[in-house]
């Protein structure tokens, strides 16, 4: 991999010439500690620097057969170039997740993802998912229009197609999945055929997945599974084994993954946690090394205690370092915040906002928003509950403000919901 970097990465070429690293001292996995890091900015700067070329492969190693995109923290999103080659290694790949998660022939597959602007790879590869499975597989189309072909559909149709085709498997953004359940109970829909929700996209707490399992049992789906699906565009996807698990690396053969110190580059002993970071070992497209992913993690090499696999484990809790922020000069988790909000079956939808306390004067103080929609049977006295455990979990006091469930989240306009945004002058404006 790092020889195919060496003659037509030109990313790869000046970062290790301008390191002075000759990629033949490279021989062990040992030694790419010896490589500098990759980060995502570096990336969504150049992405066209990343995408090896070389004319003297062979053609399905040449062949363009996908471009995927992730998001930055840019306007517009970052392509991923993918070759046949290195779609047929995702197959590969996908074969095995399928095999970990427990996914078969028998099964129909729910695509729940928003068809967007651009190809988003979970969207995307929902199909690959299934081919290597055998699965049969349908999409909903959920999202909000755009262009003049307005193809979407609404939320009453997706529930009405899962339930049409008896989907055993609902694949998508936990936030829409959940949002599709309570529609289905206040429908009465019969989804009794559903036995596993693969979900991805967003941080979710315990309560959350326990909330889902709840409404699938009201429509008398027998013990339902939530897996919660781990990884990104640029490495694909982690499975779980069972409920709440670490996530497996399905193919290591194709990945190799660190966990590093993000100043240094120093990699970290197993079991510590810091930055991950993968490493592309089989990749023709774009090809990314030692690519730091942003997740604080630990890695666990040791034979899986549940079901005996020998391949890396990628062990949470997932913090992404992008997210901790500042807010009345604390430096604060908002993953804390969200678990607190997501454990309380009152509320039905949240978003937190960080703003200043006066929009016209942009020396004020910070405040935290945490606006609420409420289930119809919760009372707007919950509002002081609320308040209460926003404090608790990262101390500092918000303010709550009881809002119609629209105008936090749109199923029919919006990909997913978005939990967390800050509206500060001295920020980018980030929303999440």
Known sequence: MLSLCARGHKFYQKQWGDAGV?????????????????????????????????PDLPLHERALWEVLYTTGSTSDPVPLYNTTYDYHAYLHQSQIVAD?????????????????????????????????AGATIFAALPGGAFGPFDVHRSLDQAVARVEKHRATILWGVPSYIRRLLIRALEL????SSVRMCAITGEATSPALREDIRRCLREMGAAQPVIF???????????????EEGDWHNPS???QYHEIVDPETGRRLPDGERGTLAVTHLDKRGTALIRFVVGDIVSIDRTPCPHCGRTSERVVGPVVRTKDLIKVKGMLINPDVLLDALQSMPAIAEFQIVIQQEDATDPLSMDEMLIRVA???????????????????AVNVTPRVEIVAMEDI?????QTKAVRFVDRRSS?????R
Not at 188 to 191: C, E, G, R, V
């Open 252 to 254: 290591p053969e194709l």
């Open 374 to 392: 409420l289930q119809n049977k919760a009372d707007a006295s919950i509002a002081e509950e609320i308040a209460a455990r926003g404090r608790k």
């Open 100 to 132: 970990i998660s427990g996914i078969g022939e028998s099964d129909v597959i729910a695509n729940l993802f928003p068809l967007t602007p651009a190809p988003m790879g979970a969207f995307v590869r929902s199909a690959g998912n299934a081919y290597a």
């Open 22 to 54: 000759n990629i033949a001292d490279i021989q062990t996995i040992d030694d790419l500690e010896n490589l500098p890091l990759t980060h995502k900015q570096e990336l969504m700067a150049a992405p066209e620097d990343f995408r090896l070329n070389l």
């Open 228 to 242: 919660n699906r781990y990884g990104s565009t640029e490495m694909g996807a982690f499975a779980q084994c069972q």
């Open 188 to 191: 009465k829909s019969d989804l």
């Open 409 to 413: 989240y749109n199923a029919g306009a």
């Open 427 to 431: 920020s980018a404006s980030t929303v």
